[in-house]
Protein backbone atom coordinates (compact mmCIF):
# COMPACT_ATOMS: atom_id res chain seq x y z
CA UNK A 1 0.00 0.00 0.00
CA UNK A 2 0.89 3.46 -0.38
CA UNK A 3 2.41 5.45 2.22
CA UNK A 4 2.46 9.42 2.01
CA UNK A 5 6.07 9.35 3.30
CA UNK A 6 8.11 6.54 1.06
CA UNK A 7 6.34 8.35 -2.44
CA UNK A 8 8.58 9.88 -4.55
CA UNK A 9 6.76 12.88 -4.51
CA UNK A 10 9.79 14.08 -6.70
CA UNK A 11 8.11 12.99 -9.74
CA UNK A 12 4.94 15.57 -9.22
CA UNK A 13 7.74 18.48 -9.77
CA UNK A 14 6.72 20.10 -13.53
CA UNK A 15 2.77 19.74 -11.58
CA UNK A 16 3.52 21.18 -8.18
CA UNK A 17 5.90 24.54 -9.80
CA UNK A 18 2.74 24.67 -12.59
CA UNK A 19 0.68 24.84 -9.86
CA UNK A 20 2.39 27.71 -7.22
CA UNK A 21 3.02 29.67 -10.42
CA UNK A 22 -0.60 29.51 -11.61
CA UNK A 23 -1.31 30.53 -7.87
CA UNK A 24 1.26 33.50 -7.75
CA UNK A 25 -0.16 34.59 -11.26
CA UNK A 26 -3.41 34.49 -9.68
CA UNK A 27 -2.33 36.70 -6.79
CA UNK A 28 -0.38 39.23 -8.77
CA UNK A 29 -3.39 39.67 -11.10
CA UNK A 30 -5.19 40.41 -7.29
CA UNK A 31 -2.54 42.70 -6.19
CA UNK A 32 -2.81 45.14 -9.50
CA UNK A 33 -5.75 45.84 -9.53
CA UNK A 34 -9.44 44.98 -11.49
CA UNK A 35 -8.95 47.34 -14.42
CA UNK A 36 -6.61 47.90 -17.33
CA UNK A 37 -4.34 45.61 -19.58
CA UNK A 38 -2.25 43.13 -18.02
CA UNK A 39 0.30 42.11 -20.88
CA UNK A 40 2.66 41.21 -18.29
CA UNK A 41 0.96 38.54 -17.05
CA UNK A 42 0.61 37.04 -20.32
CA UNK A 43 4.27 36.45 -20.79
CA UNK A 44 4.29 35.55 -17.04
CA UNK A 45 2.48 32.76 -17.87
CA UNK A 46 3.99 31.71 -21.34
CA UNK A 47 7.36 31.76 -19.23
CA UNK A 48 6.06 29.48 -16.41
CA UNK A 49 4.76 27.17 -18.85
CA UNK A 50 8.15 26.70 -20.49
CA UNK A 51 9.31 26.25 -17.11
CA UNK A 52 7.33 23.58 -16.73
CA UNK A 53 7.86 22.44 -20.13
CA UNK A 54 11.74 21.97 -19.16
CA UNK A 55 10.99 20.60 -15.77
CA UNK A 56 9.16 17.85 -17.67
CA UNK A 57 11.67 16.86 -20.35
CA UNK A 58 14.34 16.62 -17.11
CA UNK A 59 12.80 15.11 -14.19
CA UNK A 60 10.45 12.84 -16.54
CA UNK A 61 12.50 11.61 -18.75
CA UNK A 62 12.78 8.10 -16.31
CA UNK A 63 9.82 6.23 -15.47
CA UNK A 64 8.87 5.86 -12.32
CA UNK A 65 5.35 5.82 -10.09
CA UNK A 66 3.71 7.35 -7.20
CA UNK A 67 1.86 4.51 -5.61
CA UNK A 68 -0.66 3.86 -8.55
CA UNK A 69 -2.22 6.94 -8.75
CA UNK A 70 0.37 8.91 -10.77
CA UNK A 71 2.93 7.61 -13.16
CA UNK A 72 5.57 9.24 -15.04
CA UNK A 73 6.30 7.20 -18.26
CA UNK A 74 6.83 8.30 -21.19
CA UNK A 75 3.78 8.64 -22.61
CA UNK A 76 2.81 11.48 -20.12
CA UNK A 77 5.82 13.21 -20.92
CA UNK A 78 5.28 13.15 -24.13
CA UNK A 79 1.87 14.30 -24.46
CA UNK A 80 2.25 16.82 -21.23
CA UNK A 81 5.10 18.81 -23.63
CA UNK A 82 2.41 18.95 -26.63
CA UNK A 83 0.15 20.28 -24.44
CA UNK A 84 2.70 22.59 -22.56
CA UNK A 85 3.70 23.89 -26.10
CA UNK A 86 -0.24 23.88 -27.27
CA UNK A 87 -0.87 26.16 -24.27
CA UNK A 88 1.65 28.78 -24.97
CA UNK A 89 0.71 29.15 -28.49
CA UNK A 90 -2.57 29.58 -26.76
CA UNK A 91 -1.93 32.04 -24.36
CA UNK A 92 0.51 34.33 -27.57
CA UNK A 93 -2.73 34.40 -29.04
CA UNK A 94 -4.58 35.50 -26.37
CA UNK A 95 -2.68 38.14 -25.12
CA UNK A 96 -3.29 39.45 -29.20
CA UNK A 97 -7.44 38.89 -28.45
CA UNK A 98 -7.27 40.33 -24.72
CA UNK A 99 -5.64 43.69 -26.55
CA UNK A 100 -8.28 43.65 -29.20
CA UNK A 101 -11.36 43.19 -26.42
CA UNK A 102 -10.42 45.19 -22.87
CA UNK A 103 -13.81 44.60 -22.00
CA UNK A 104 -12.75 40.74 -21.00
CA UNK A 105 -11.01 40.40 -17.49
CA UNK A 106 -7.41 39.92 -18.04
CA UNK A 107 -5.76 38.16 -15.27
CA UNK A 108 -8.13 35.67 -13.93
CA UNK A 109 -8.12 33.97 -17.69
CA UNK A 110 -4.30 33.21 -18.11
CA UNK A 111 -4.25 31.90 -14.48
CA UNK A 112 -7.65 29.71 -15.37
CA UNK A 113 -5.69 29.02 -18.53
CA UNK A 114 -2.98 27.62 -16.30
CA UNK A 115 -5.38 25.58 -14.18
CA UNK A 116 -6.71 23.77 -17.14
CA UNK A 117 -3.50 22.97 -18.24
CA UNK A 118 -2.42 21.57 -14.74
CA UNK A 119 -5.61 19.62 -15.22
CA UNK A 120 -4.38 18.17 -18.46
CA UNK A 121 -1.26 17.43 -17.28
CA UNK A 122 -2.67 15.45 -14.40
CA UNK A 123 -4.96 13.53 -16.64
CA UNK A 124 -2.53 11.88 -18.93
CA UNK A 125 0.23 11.47 -16.09
CA UNK A 126 -3.01 9.64 -13.81
CA UNK A 127 -3.25 5.49 -13.18
CA UNK A 128 -6.17 6.16 -11.03
CA UNK A 129 -9.64 6.12 -11.75
CA UNK A 130 -9.80 8.85 -8.93
CA UNK A 131 -6.92 10.92 -10.15
CA UNK A 132 -7.77 10.67 -13.64
CA UNK A 133 -11.55 12.19 -12.86
CA UNK A 134 -10.25 14.72 -10.78
CA UNK A 135 -7.91 16.01 -13.42
CA UNK A 136 -10.55 15.95 -16.11
CA UNK A 137 -12.92 17.81 -13.81
CA UNK A 138 -9.98 21.03 -13.06
CA UNK A 139 -9.42 20.81 -17.13
CA UNK A 140 -13.55 20.55 -17.76
CA UNK A 141 -14.15 23.32 -15.07
CA UNK A 142 -11.60 25.33 -16.00
CA UNK A 143 -13.04 25.49 -19.64
CA UNK A 144 -16.61 25.84 -18.84
CA UNK A 145 -15.29 29.17 -17.10
CA UNK A 146 -13.09 30.10 -20.06
CA UNK A 147 -16.18 29.51 -22.55
CA UNK A 148 -18.12 31.82 -21.00
CA UNK A 149 -15.59 34.62 -20.37
CA UNK A 150 -17.13 37.38 -22.61
CA UNK A 151 -20.03 38.67 -20.29
CA UNK A 152 -21.49 40.77 -21.62
CA UNK A 153 -21.34 38.53 -25.25
CA UNK A 154 -25.21 36.55 -25.40
CA UNK A 155 -23.31 34.15 -27.86
CA UNK A 156 -20.69 33.83 -25.03
CA UNK A 157 -22.81 32.76 -22.17
CA UNK A 158 -24.68 30.54 -24.19
CA UNK A 159 -21.97 29.11 -25.07
CA UNK A 160 -21.15 28.40 -21.62
CA UNK A 161 -24.28 26.91 -20.47
CA UNK A 162 -24.24 24.19 -23.21
CA UNK A 163 -21.26 23.49 -22.32
CA UNK A 164 -21.76 22.89 -18.44
CA UNK A 165 -25.29 20.94 -19.13
CA UNK A 166 -23.45 18.71 -21.95
CA UNK A 167 -20.16 18.52 -19.51
CA UNK A 168 -21.88 17.23 -16.41
CA UNK A 169 -23.93 14.72 -18.15
CA UNK A 170 -20.38 13.90 -19.98
CA UNK A 171 -18.60 13.38 -16.35
CA UNK A 172 -22.09 11.43 -14.89
CA UNK A 173 -21.58 9.27 -17.39
CA UNK A 174 -17.90 8.20 -17.17
CA UNK A 175 -18.22 8.10 -13.45
CA UNK A 176 -21.21 5.73 -14.12
CA UNK A 177 -19.20 3.54 -16.12
CA UNK A 178 -16.12 3.84 -13.39
CA UNK A 179 -18.62 3.14 -10.44
CA UNK A 180 -18.92 -0.75 -11.92
CA UNK A 181 -15.39 -1.14 -12.17
CA UNK A 182 -14.80 -0.31 -9.10
CA UNK A 183 -17.42 -2.71 -7.63
CA UNK A 184 -16.08 -5.78 -10.05
CA UNK A 185 -12.65 -5.30 -8.97
CA UNK A 186 -12.34 -3.52 -5.55
CA UNK A 187 -9.71 -0.96 -6.46
CA UNK A 188 -9.33 1.83 -8.38
CA UNK A 189 -5.70 1.68 -9.90
CA UNK A 190 -5.73 1.12 -13.99
CA UNK A 191 -2.87 -1.35 -13.94
CA UNK A 192 -4.40 -3.67 -11.51
CA UNK A 193 -7.37 -3.42 -13.07
CA UNK A 194 -6.17 -4.04 -16.29
CA UNK A 195 -4.73 -7.04 -14.44
CA UNK A 196 -7.78 -8.67 -13.45
CA UNK A 197 -9.83 -7.58 -16.55
CA UNK A 198 -9.61 -11.01 -18.25
CA UNK A 199 -10.83 -13.29 -15.80
CA UNK A 200 -13.81 -10.57 -14.53
CA UNK A 201 -14.62 -10.64 -18.27
CA UNK A 202 -15.39 -14.68 -18.19
CA UNK A 203 -17.46 -13.59 -15.01
CA UNK A 204 -19.65 -10.75 -15.99
CA UNK A 205 -19.15 -9.98 -19.61
CA UNK A 206 -22.47 -7.76 -19.94
CA UNK A 207 -21.47 -5.68 -16.68
CA UNK A 208 -17.93 -4.75 -17.73
CA UNK A 209 -19.25 -4.08 -21.10
CA UNK A 210 -22.01 -1.85 -20.18
CA UNK A 211 -19.43 0.02 -18.01
CA UNK A 212 -16.88 0.59 -20.88
CA UNK A 213 -19.53 1.88 -23.25
CA UNK A 214 -20.53 4.11 -20.51
CA UNK A 215 -17.03 5.15 -20.19
CA UNK A 216 -16.98 6.00 -24.12
CA UNK A 217 -20.10 8.03 -24.04
CA UNK A 218 -18.77 10.32 -21.39
CA UNK A 219 -15.21 10.21 -23.46
CA UNK A 220 -16.99 10.70 -26.38
CA UNK A 221 -18.15 13.84 -25.23
CA UNK A 222 -14.77 15.16 -24.23
CA UNK A 223 -13.15 14.27 -27.33
CA UNK A 224 -16.14 15.37 -29.66
CA UNK A 225 -16.54 12.68 -31.90
CA UNK A 226 -19.94 11.56 -33.60
CA UNK A 227 -22.60 11.16 -32.26
CA UNK A 228 -21.79 13.37 -29.04
CA UNK A 229 -20.33 15.91 -30.99
CA UNK A 230 -23.62 18.38 -31.26
CA UNK A 231 -21.78 20.32 -28.09
CA UNK A 232 -18.71 21.36 -29.99
CA UNK A 233 -19.85 23.62 -32.99
CA UNK A 234 -22.01 25.71 -30.70
CA UNK A 235 -19.44 25.87 -28.02
CA UNK A 236 -16.81 26.62 -30.21
CA UNK A 237 -18.37 29.74 -31.85
CA UNK A 238 -19.79 31.23 -29.15
CA UNK A 239 -16.52 30.81 -27.15
CA UNK A 240 -13.52 33.54 -27.03
CA UNK A 241 -11.43 32.77 -30.32
CA UNK A 242 -8.45 31.66 -27.67
CA UNK A 243 -10.25 29.39 -25.86
CA UNK A 244 -11.35 27.72 -28.89
CA UNK A 245 -8.24 27.10 -29.78
CA UNK A 246 -7.57 25.51 -26.44
CA UNK A 247 -10.46 23.57 -26.72
CA UNK A 248 -9.24 22.16 -29.98
CA UNK A 249 -6.30 21.14 -29.32
CA UNK A 250 -5.21 20.84 -25.84
CA UNK A 251 -8.29 20.01 -24.22
CA UNK A 252 -8.81 17.62 -27.37
CA UNK A 253 -5.79 15.39 -26.91
CA UNK A 254 -5.76 15.18 -23.16
CA UNK A 255 -8.99 13.42 -23.58
CA UNK A 256 -7.56 11.51 -26.06
CA UNK A 257 -4.53 10.99 -23.56
CA UNK A 258 -6.94 9.86 -21.17
CA UNK A 259 -8.78 7.53 -23.74
CA UNK A 260 -5.67 5.64 -24.70
CA UNK A 261 -4.30 5.43 -20.92
CA UNK A 262 -7.76 3.85 -20.26
CA UNK A 263 -8.42 1.84 -23.26
CA UNK A 264 -4.60 0.69 -23.74
CA UNK A 265 -4.06 -0.40 -20.13
CA UNK A 266 -7.43 -1.47 -18.00
CA UNK A 267 -9.47 -2.73 -21.16
CA UNK A 268 -6.32 -4.11 -23.29
CA UNK A 269 -7.52 -7.23 -22.87
CA UNK A 270 -10.81 -6.87 -24.33
CA UNK A 271 -9.71 -5.15 -27.56
CA UNK A 272 -11.45 -7.42 -30.07
CA UNK A 273 -14.68 -6.10 -28.10
CA UNK A 274 -14.39 -2.91 -28.51
CA UNK A 275 -11.96 -2.40 -31.48
CA UNK A 276 -14.99 -2.66 -33.49
CA UNK A 277 -17.10 -0.35 -31.77
CA UNK A 278 -14.34 2.29 -31.69
CA UNK A 279 -13.56 2.00 -35.72
CA UNK A 280 -17.39 2.44 -36.17
CA UNK A 281 -17.43 6.10 -34.24
CA UNK A 282 -13.72 7.15 -36.22
CA UNK A 283 -16.06 5.75 -39.77
CA UNK A 284 -19.12 8.09 -38.96
CA UNK A 285 -17.22 11.19 -37.14
CA UNK A 286 -14.65 10.89 -40.19
CA UNK A 287 -18.01 11.42 -42.41
CA UNK A 288 -20.14 13.49 -40.62
CA UNK A 289 -17.61 15.92 -39.45
CA UNK A 290 -16.18 16.34 -42.94
CA UNK A 291 -19.56 16.59 -44.63
CA UNK A 292 -21.08 19.18 -42.31
CA UNK A 293 -18.55 20.76 -42.88
CA UNK A 294 -18.92 21.60 -46.35
CA UNK A 295 -22.26 23.83 -45.51
CA UNK A 296 -20.45 26.14 -43.42
CA UNK A 297 -20.30 29.85 -43.38
CA UNK A 298 -18.60 30.61 -39.86
CA UNK A 299 -14.95 29.86 -39.88
CA UNK A 300 -14.84 29.08 -35.98
CA UNK A 301 -18.02 26.83 -36.97
CA UNK A 302 -16.19 25.37 -39.86
CA UNK A 303 -13.16 24.21 -37.62
CA UNK A 304 -15.09 22.93 -34.93
CA UNK A 305 -16.23 20.71 -37.83
CA UNK A 306 -12.98 20.51 -38.96
CA UNK A 307 -11.62 19.47 -35.00
CA UNK A 308 -14.38 16.89 -34.85
CA UNK A 309 -13.24 14.92 -38.23
CA UNK A 310 -9.72 15.54 -37.02
CA UNK A 311 -10.91 13.47 -33.76
CA UNK A 312 -12.16 10.81 -35.78
CA UNK A 313 -8.82 10.75 -37.80
CA UNK A 314 -7.22 10.18 -34.52
CA UNK A 315 -9.36 7.23 -33.61
CA UNK A 316 -8.07 5.33 -36.45
CA UNK A 317 -5.14 3.98 -35.18
CA UNK A 318 -6.67 3.09 -31.45
CA UNK A 319 -9.27 1.00 -33.41
CA UNK A 320 -6.57 -0.95 -35.23
CA UNK A 321 -3.73 -1.48 -32.89
CA UNK A 322 -1.47 -3.74 -33.81
CA UNK A 323 1.35 -2.84 -31.25
CA UNK A 324 0.54 -0.41 -28.65
CA UNK A 325 4.02 1.25 -29.55
CA UNK A 326 3.68 1.83 -33.17
CA UNK A 327 -0.17 3.08 -32.13
CA UNK A 328 1.22 5.95 -29.65
CA UNK A 329 3.83 6.83 -32.46
CA UNK A 330 1.45 7.27 -34.79
CA UNK A 331 -0.99 9.31 -32.55
CA UNK A 332 1.40 11.03 -31.05
CA UNK A 333 2.98 12.09 -34.16
CA UNK A 334 -0.43 13.32 -35.84
CA UNK A 335 -0.91 14.91 -32.30
CA UNK A 336 2.29 16.86 -32.57
CA UNK A 337 1.79 17.95 -36.12
CA UNK A 338 -2.00 18.62 -35.05
CA UNK A 339 -0.79 21.11 -32.78
CA UNK A 340 1.05 23.12 -34.88
CA UNK A 341 -1.06 23.11 -37.82
CA UNK A 342 -5.02 23.95 -36.06
CA UNK A 343 -2.57 26.81 -33.55
CA UNK A 344 -1.16 28.30 -36.46
CA UNK A 345 -4.58 28.64 -37.98
CA UNK A 346 -6.32 29.94 -35.11
CA UNK A 347 -3.92 32.45 -34.50
CA UNK A 348 -4.63 33.29 -38.05
CA UNK A 349 -8.14 33.70 -37.32
CA UNK A 350 -8.21 35.02 -34.36
CA UNK A 351 -6.29 38.07 -36.01
CA UNK A 352 -8.50 38.49 -39.04
CA UNK A 353 -11.88 38.27 -37.49
CA UNK A 354 -10.68 40.45 -34.60
CA UNK A 355 -9.91 43.29 -37.43
CA UNK A 356 -12.69 42.73 -39.00
CA UNK A 357 -14.95 42.48 -36.49
CA UNK A 358 -16.84 39.78 -37.77
CA UNK A 359 -16.50 35.82 -38.28
CA UNK A 360 -17.94 34.88 -41.82
CA UNK A 361 -15.51 33.06 -43.80
CA UNK A 362 -15.97 36.59 -45.89
CA UNK A 363 -13.73 38.15 -43.62
CA UNK A 364 -10.74 36.51 -45.38
CA UNK A 365 -12.07 38.20 -48.64
CA UNK A 366 -8.77 39.18 -50.19
CA UNK A 367 -6.47 38.05 -47.63
CA UNK A 368 -3.53 37.57 -50.15
CA UNK A 369 -3.50 41.45 -51.23
CA UNK A 370 -3.71 42.64 -47.61
CA UNK A 371 -0.76 40.73 -46.30
CA UNK A 372 0.41 38.33 -48.78
CA UNK A 373 2.24 36.46 -46.16
CA UNK A 374 -0.24 35.62 -43.79
CA UNK A 375 -2.32 34.90 -46.16
CA UNK A 376 0.69 31.68 -47.98
CA UNK A 377 1.06 30.81 -44.54
CA UNK A 378 -2.90 30.17 -43.54
CA UNK A 379 -3.19 28.33 -47.25
CA UNK A 380 0.18 26.01 -45.72
CA UNK A 381 -2.18 25.12 -42.36
CA UNK A 382 -5.27 24.64 -44.17
CA UNK A 383 -3.51 22.23 -46.39
CA UNK A 384 -1.82 20.03 -44.11
CA UNK A 385 -4.99 19.81 -42.28
CA UNK A 386 -6.42 18.50 -45.72
CA UNK A 387 -3.09 16.23 -45.79
CA UNK A 388 -1.80 17.87 -49.09
CA UNK A 389 1.77 16.28 -49.61
CA UNK A 390 4.56 18.06 -48.41
CA UNK A 391 3.33 19.35 -45.36
CA UNK A 392 3.13 17.29 -41.37
CA UNK A 393 -0.33 16.59 -41.80
CA UNK A 394 0.14 14.57 -44.84
CA UNK A 395 2.62 12.23 -43.09
CA UNK A 396 0.35 12.19 -39.95
CA UNK A 397 -2.22 10.74 -42.43
CA UNK A 398 -0.14 8.22 -44.43
CA UNK A 399 1.03 6.61 -41.18
CA UNK A 400 -2.50 6.61 -40.06
CA UNK A 401 -3.56 4.71 -43.09
CA UNK A 402 -0.65 1.90 -43.30
CA UNK A 403 -1.57 1.80 -39.63
CA UNK A 404 -5.10 1.16 -40.65
CA UNK A 405 -4.03 -1.55 -43.02
CA UNK A 406 -1.23 -3.34 -41.08
CA UNK A 407 -4.14 -3.38 -38.52
CA UNK A 408 -6.60 -5.23 -40.89
CA UNK A 409 -8.78 -2.45 -40.62
CA UNK A 410 -8.72 -1.32 -44.60
CA UNK A 411 -12.70 -0.35 -45.09
CA UNK A 412 -11.51 2.29 -42.38
CA UNK A 413 -8.76 3.05 -44.41
CA UNK A 414 -10.31 3.82 -47.36
CA UNK A 415 -13.68 5.89 -45.51
CA UNK A 416 -10.34 7.84 -44.13
CA UNK A 417 -9.15 8.46 -47.20
CA UNK A 418 -12.69 9.43 -49.23
CA UNK A 419 -13.40 11.75 -46.54
CA UNK A 420 -9.74 13.54 -46.49
CA UNK A 421 -10.58 14.46 -50.13
CA UNK A 422 -13.90 15.83 -49.40
CA UNK A 423 -12.21 18.04 -46.63
CA UNK A 424 -10.43 19.50 -49.23
CA UNK A 425 -13.21 21.47 -50.57
CA UNK A 426 -13.87 23.82 -47.91
CA UNK A 427 -10.45 24.05 -46.99
CA UNK A 428 -10.11 25.46 -50.39
CA UNK A 429 -13.54 27.75 -49.60
CA UNK A 430 -11.39 29.72 -47.08
CA UNK A 431 -7.89 29.56 -49.67
CA UNK A 432 -10.38 31.16 -52.45
CA UNK A 433 -11.63 33.86 -50.20
CA UNK A 434 -8.18 34.86 -49.57
CA UNK A 435 -6.58 34.20 -53.32
CA UNK A 436 -9.21 34.56 -55.97
CA UNK A 437 -11.37 37.22 -54.99
CA UNK A 438 -10.32 41.10 -54.52
CA UNK A 439 -10.19 42.85 -51.01
CA UNK A 440 -13.44 45.03 -50.48
CA UNK A 441 -12.07 48.55 -51.36
CA UNK A 442 -12.00 50.63 -47.94
CA UNK A 443 -9.66 47.41 -46.74
CA UNK A 444 -6.18 48.57 -47.11
CA UNK A 445 -3.46 46.55 -46.24
CA UNK A 446 -3.01 44.55 -42.83
CA UNK A 447 -0.36 44.50 -40.24
CA UNK A 448 0.01 41.99 -38.47
CA UNK A 449 1.24 41.91 -34.59
CA UNK A 450 4.77 40.67 -33.47
CA UNK A 451 3.35 37.99 -31.38
CA UNK A 452 0.85 36.58 -33.88
CA UNK A 453 3.66 36.87 -36.38
CA UNK A 454 5.75 35.06 -34.46
CA UNK A 455 3.87 31.93 -33.87
CA UNK A 456 2.73 31.41 -36.81
CA UNK A 457 6.16 31.53 -38.28
CA UNK A 458 7.26 28.69 -35.54
CA UNK A 459 4.24 26.82 -36.17
CA UNK A 460 4.74 26.92 -40.52
CA UNK A 461 8.07 25.87 -39.62
CA UNK A 462 7.27 22.80 -37.45
CA UNK A 463 4.49 21.76 -40.31
CA UNK A 464 6.57 21.87 -42.93
CA UNK A 465 9.72 20.52 -41.48
CA UNK A 466 8.13 17.53 -39.86
CA UNK A 467 6.16 16.96 -43.87
CA UNK A 468 9.48 16.81 -45.05
CA UNK A 469 11.87 15.08 -43.01
CA UNK A 470 9.04 13.25 -40.54
CA UNK A 471 12.08 11.36 -39.12
CA UNK A 472 13.72 13.65 -37.13
CA UNK A 473 10.76 13.02 -34.26
CA UNK A 474 9.19 9.80 -35.92
CA UNK A 475 13.01 7.69 -35.10
CA UNK A 476 12.43 9.15 -31.32
CA UNK A 477 9.00 8.24 -31.22
CA UNK A 478 9.69 4.71 -32.15
CA UNK A 479 12.87 4.28 -30.25
CA UNK A 480 11.04 3.76 -26.65
CA UNK A 481 8.36 2.02 -24.70
CA UNK A 482 5.46 4.04 -23.95
CA UNK A 483 3.59 2.82 -21.21
CA UNK A 484 6.10 2.21 -18.49
CA UNK B 1 -28.91 -7.43 5.21
CA UNK B 2 -30.04 -5.37 1.05
CA UNK B 3 -29.08 -7.24 -1.34
CA UNK B 4 -26.83 -5.32 -3.80
CA UNK B 5 -28.80 -5.89 -6.85
CA UNK B 6 -31.38 -3.40 -4.90
CA UNK B 7 -28.93 -0.58 -4.33
CA UNK B 8 -28.01 -0.97 -7.67
CA UNK B 9 -31.06 -0.95 -9.05
CA UNK B 10 -32.04 2.19 -6.81
CA UNK B 11 -28.90 4.20 -8.83
CA UNK B 12 -29.96 3.11 -12.13
CA UNK B 13 -33.51 4.31 -12.11
CA UNK B 14 -31.90 7.92 -10.24
CA UNK B 15 -29.62 8.16 -13.06
CA UNK B 16 -31.79 7.08 -15.88
CA UNK B 17 -34.82 9.83 -13.87
CA UNK B 18 -31.84 12.20 -13.88
CA UNK B 19 -30.94 11.84 -17.61
CA UNK B 20 -34.35 12.30 -18.97
CA UNK B 21 -34.72 15.56 -16.61
CA UNK B 22 -31.83 16.68 -18.59
CA UNK B 23 -32.87 16.17 -21.75
CA UNK B 24 -37.15 16.99 -21.38
CA UNK B 25 -36.82 20.35 -19.09
CA UNK B 26 -36.91 23.33 -20.15
CA UNK B 27 -36.00 25.21 -17.36
CA UNK B 28 -32.14 25.16 -16.84
CA UNK B 29 -32.26 24.96 -12.83
CA UNK B 30 -33.92 21.86 -13.31
CA UNK B 31 -31.41 20.80 -15.92
CA UNK B 32 -28.78 21.27 -13.37
CA UNK B 33 -30.40 19.69 -10.44
CA UNK B 34 -31.22 16.86 -12.73
CA UNK B 35 -27.46 16.22 -13.58
CA UNK B 36 -26.52 16.42 -9.65
CA UNK B 37 -29.18 13.93 -9.63
CA UNK B 38 -26.78 11.59 -12.11
CA UNK B 39 -23.74 12.19 -10.27
CA UNK B 40 -25.70 11.05 -6.52
CA UNK B 41 -26.68 7.84 -8.41
CA UNK B 42 -23.15 7.44 -8.97
CA UNK B 43 -22.75 8.14 -5.26
CA UNK B 44 -25.21 5.52 -4.41
CA UNK B 45 -23.43 3.08 -6.62
CA UNK B 46 -19.89 3.30 -5.39
CA UNK B 47 -21.29 3.47 -1.07
CA UNK B 48 -23.02 0.01 -2.17
CA UNK B 49 -20.37 -1.40 -3.20
CA UNK B 50 -17.98 -0.15 -0.89
CA UNK B 51 -19.77 -1.47 1.72
CA UNK B 52 -21.54 -4.48 0.41
CA UNK B 53 -20.12 -5.45 -2.91
CA UNK B 54 -17.92 -8.24 -4.14
CA UNK B 55 -14.78 -6.31 -2.69
CA UNK B 56 -15.80 -4.10 0.04
CA UNK B 57 -13.35 -1.61 0.58
CA UNK B 58 -13.10 1.83 1.98
CA UNK B 59 -11.64 3.24 -1.80
CA UNK B 60 -15.38 3.64 -3.05
CA UNK B 61 -16.60 6.02 -0.12
CA UNK B 62 -13.07 7.95 -0.94
CA UNK B 63 -14.27 8.21 -4.16
CA UNK B 64 -17.97 9.56 -3.39
CA UNK B 65 -16.05 12.21 -1.21
CA UNK B 66 -14.26 13.03 -4.45
CA UNK B 67 -17.36 13.27 -6.63
CA UNK B 68 -19.71 14.90 -3.90
CA UNK B 69 -16.79 17.87 -3.95
CA UNK B 70 -16.05 18.43 -7.83
CA UNK B 71 -20.24 18.20 -8.31
CA UNK B 72 -20.82 21.00 -6.09
CA UNK B 73 -17.69 22.91 -7.77
CA UNK B 74 -19.36 21.91 -11.11
CA UNK B 75 -22.68 23.20 -9.57
CA UNK B 76 -21.37 26.66 -8.35
CA UNK B 77 -19.95 27.21 -12.01
CA UNK B 78 -23.37 26.12 -13.77
CA UNK B 79 -25.33 28.55 -11.41
CA UNK B 80 -22.42 31.46 -12.13
CA UNK B 81 -23.03 31.17 -15.67
CA UNK B 82 -26.86 30.68 -15.03
CA UNK B 83 -26.61 34.08 -13.76
CA UNK B 84 -24.52 35.65 -16.37
CA UNK B 85 -26.96 34.21 -19.05
CA UNK B 86 -29.83 35.78 -17.45
CA UNK B 87 -28.50 38.95 -17.23
CA UNK B 88 -27.56 38.57 -21.40
CA UNK B 89 -31.14 37.13 -22.54
CA UNK B 90 -33.58 37.81 -19.80
CA UNK B 91 -34.47 34.03 -19.74
CA UNK B 92 -33.46 30.56 -18.13
CA UNK B 93 -35.49 28.52 -20.57
CA UNK B 94 -33.65 25.96 -22.79
CA UNK B 95 -35.80 26.43 -25.61
CA UNK B 96 -34.92 30.18 -26.04
CA UNK B 97 -31.27 29.47 -26.07
CA UNK B 98 -31.15 29.40 -29.68
CA UNK B 99 -28.53 31.91 -30.99
CA UNK B 100 -26.25 29.13 -31.67
CA UNK B 101 -27.37 26.60 -34.10
CA UNK B 102 -25.95 24.65 -37.01
Known amino acids: MLSAFDANWSLMTPEIVLLVLALLIFTIDFMTGIKGSKPFLGRLSVVSLLITAVLVVFTNNSSGFIGEIFVVDKFAMIFKLIILVGVALVITISMHYLEKNPDVYQGEFYSLILFATLGAMIMVSSVDLITLFVGLELLSISSYCLAGFKRKSKKSSEAAIKYVVLGGVASAFILYGMSFLYGLTGTTGIITIGRELPQLYVDYPYII ?130 VFMTLGAFAIITWVTESSGKEDLTSFKGLFYRNPYMAIVMAVFLLGLAGLPGTAGFVGKAYIFIGAIVGEMLWLAIIMFATSIVSFYYYFGIIRQMFMSEPNPNDGELKAPLGITTIVTVAVAATVILGV ?16 | MVPIELVLALGAILFCIGLYGVLTRRHLVIVLVCIELMLNSVNINLVAFSSIGPFANITGQVFTLFVITLAAAEAAVGLAILIALYRNRESIDAIKQDLLRW
Do not use: C
Open chain 1, 209 to 338: MMSLLFMLVGFGFKISIVPFHMWAPDVYEGAPTPVTAFLSVVSKLAAFGLVLRVFIVAFHSTFNEWAFILAAFAAVTMIVGNFIALTQKNVKRLMAYSGIAQAGYLLVPLAATVHENATMSIIAFYGVAY
Open chain 1, 469 to 484: IPGIITSYFNSFNWFF
